[in-house]
Structure formats: C-alpha cells, structure tokens
C-alpha cells in the first residue's frame, strides 16, 4: 500500500466520528459533510508522516472548520430569534440503524438538544461539543477559540447548564416513548383535549420550522393547555402518521397517501412518560430531500 493510499484508508477510519462531531456543530447533515470533505482536502495538503496524533488533529481541524461556519453564520443572520429545527435522521425503530446513523446518533443527541446547542455562541458550542461529548482535553481546544484552557472549561460548563435546563435527557426506554407518542396522536385524531393535556408535560414546548417564507408554521410555543390547543388541530394527519426513530427517539414521518415526500417530521423528547418538546420540521424544500426508503420494510 503507497503512502496516499494509507492515509485515505486512516481518513476514512475516522469520517464516522468527523461526521458526527461537525452534525452536532452544525445541525446540517449537508453541512456537515461539506466539513468533512473540507477537512479531508487539508490533510491532503500535509505531511501526515508528521502528525503524531492523527485522530486529534483531524478532529480540531473539523472542529475549527465548523467553528468559522458558525461564526460566519451569525454574521449573516437577520433575525437572532429564528427558529430552525436540525436536519432529521430518521430511520425505523425495527431494525438498527446503519453505520453512519449510529454515529450521528451516539449519545442520543436528540432534536431538541440540538435546537439548544444553536442557541449557544459558536466558542460555547464548540467547547461543550467537543469536550463533553467527543472527549477533546481543554488544552486541545483553547487554541481553537483563542483562550485559556481554564476559560475554555468555564465555556463548557456554562453550556452544560443551558443544556441540562433546556434538554434534558429521553426515557432510555424506546417502548415508553412509544406509547406516549401514541396516546398524543390517538387524542389529538379523537379531539380529545383532556387526554392530550394528560400526555403532556405542564412546561411542554413545541418548537416548529416551516421554513422561509412560512411565517404560520415556524412558531415556540409553551404549556401543556397551549400544545394542546395546537395538537387538537392535527387529528387529520393521524391516517399519515408513519412511526420511525427521529434522531434515535420515537417520532413520526407524516406522509400523506401518494405523496413522494412527508409534509412533516416530528421528534418527541419523552421524559418519566410525559412530552417535554415537540420538534416538527415542515420545511417542504428540506423535506424533499428526506429518504424514505430508510422506512420501508
């Protein structure tokens, strides 16, 4: 084996973890492969003969790659307070998923975690990301965001914080989430008010992104009488609920008849067998790009 041939081989070893670290950085599936790729051609450009850890150095490089992206996207952005819900994974809850979904999806980084990490200022992102869940030492990461790794630290706690208040963690068993993903859509197909109310945590919050242009479907809204309200209006959709794994917790893909594309996708965070968030993702340009084939038996 030439030496380009060994050290694409040693690349393609860690893509899986490259891929997941930029998905949580970025939320963009798109994105994160473009990361990827990006991190691929700069070490195409080194002396990988030279790198003694070729593990860390590809992931503080993605991790500085997704860093610029996000920096580069508060500059853009107009409105500080919209709401964008991540790109899905979806898969079917029968069978696992491949590869590259488990390592999108270890550690059960859920929709709605995802949805507070973007709150986060991009130094705060990277620092939790990358330490908390990837388990990159503070002194690997202060050089990224230009601090002291004792800064870098307080970065990653604060983050911690915001994220453990924000998003806490799903019922680890999938069957639970089952049923009370179940008992919502059975009240809201019956008009059930009470019943969806039962279901729903008191601080329930329902975030969703119609995408641009779509003002009327890309809301946050809080409490249990309040999603409810919402929910009762959704009783049509339970003929085209199709069950699946949104980001490794039940959820639905809503796919009317003879649609070649779902119309929305749903995560549902449930915690001691009640709904503490909602995420539907009904951006029809996004959606068109959802594989359903993923759920086919």
Not at 105 to 112: P, R, W
């Amino acid at each position: 084996m030439d030496e380009k041939t060994s050290v694409t081989a040693r690349f393609e070893e860690h893509r899986p973890r490259l891929r997941a670290v930029a998905y949580r950085m970025l939320g963009s599936i798109a994105e994160a492969d473009d990361a990827v790729q990006e991190t691929w051609l700069r070490l195409d450009r080194t002396d990988a003969a030279e790198i003694e850890n070729l593990g860390g150095w590809l992931t503080t490089v993605v991790g500085r790659i997704c860093l610029n992206l996000l920096r580069s996207r508060e500059q853009r952005r107009e409105d500080p307070l919209e709401i964008r819900i991540p790109d899905p994974v979806i898969s079917r809850e029968e069978s696992s998923a491949d590869p590259e979904q488990e390592a999108l999806l270890v550690d059960s980084v859920g929709l709605a975690l995802l949805v507070v990490l973007q709150s986060l200022g991009p130094a705060e992102r990277l620092a939790f990301v990358l330490h908390d869940m990837f388990h990159v030492p503070f002194d690997d990461i202060a050089p990224l965001i230009e601090k002291t790794p004792a800064a870098t630290r307080q970065l990653a706690s604060r983050a911690r914080r915001r994220v453990q208040g924000q998003a806490p963690a799903p019922d680890p068993d999938l069957a639970r989430q089952r049923v009370a993903v179940e008992a919502f859509f059975a009240a809201a197909r019956d008009g059930d008010f009470e019943a969806l109310v039962s279901v729903l945590d008191p601080d329930v919050i329902l975030r969703s992104d119609g995408g641009p242009g779509r003002a009327a479907l890309t809301v946050a809204i809080r409490g249990a009488k309040t999603v409810a309200a919402q929910a009762t209006t959704w009783g049509k959709l339970s003929p085209f609920v199709r069950p699946a794994l949104v980001n490794g917790t039940a959820g639905v893909v809503v796919v009317p008849r003879n649609w070649k594309q779902p119309v929305s996708v749903m995560a549902f965070t449930v915690v001691a067998g009640k709904i503490v968030a909602i995420e539907v993702l009904a951006d029809p340009e996004r959606l068109g790009r959802v594989d359903l084939s993923v759920l086919e038996a």
